[in-house]
């Protein structure tokens, strides 16, 4: 597995600084938009800031993440896998899941309802 050595670890403060938001169980993520099929949820502009914070940080690196989907999976199934999952694994993981976004609109959703992107983000503040 290559390591993605071009992280902006100077940025990784201002992803971390979106924890209180995704903590924030009174917080409101998404709302669903109706009126388009392609597009049918609209994020929280927070959403959107820690979105460019991510792509700004450089967690989002290239690689064949649609190759990677079986191992995402693994992670998703398996969330209590993050807690040993190395910045390299996190890289992918951001990539994937917000790289599949941009295929499959409203796959954030589910990450952003169960806490997963929380969990990514407290993983990522351990390793940093």
């Given at each position: 597995m290559p390591t993605f050595e071009?992280?902006?670890?100077?940025?990784?403060p201002q992803v971390l600084s979106f924890l209180p938001f995704f903590e924030d169980e009174a917080e409101t993520f998404y709302t669903e938009n109706n009126t388009s099929f392609f597009h049918p949820y609209s994020y929280h502009e927070q959403v959107e800031n820690f979105l460019g914070?991510?792509?700004?940080a450089k967690l989002i690196q290239a690689f064949e993440w649609r190759?990677?989907?079986?191992?995402?999976?693994?992670?998703?199934?398996?969330?209590?896998?993050?807690?040993?999952?190395?910045?390299d694994i996190l890289i992918r993981l951001?990539?994937?899941?917000?790289?599949?976004?941009?295929?499959y609109s409203g796959h954030l959703v589910d990450?952003?309802?169960?806490?997963?992107?929380?969990?990514?983000?407290?993983?990522?503040?351990?390793?940093t």
């Open positions: 071009n992280l902006k670890t100077s940025a990784i914070a991510v792509y700004d190759a990677w989907k079986e191992e995402a999976q693994q992670y998703y199934d398996q969330p209590e896998r993050l807690e040993e999952a190395d910045l951001f990539t994937y899941h917000i790289r599949r976004e941009r295929f990450l952003l309802d169960n806490g997963y992107f929380m969990a990514m983000l407290r993983r990522l503040q351990e390793l």
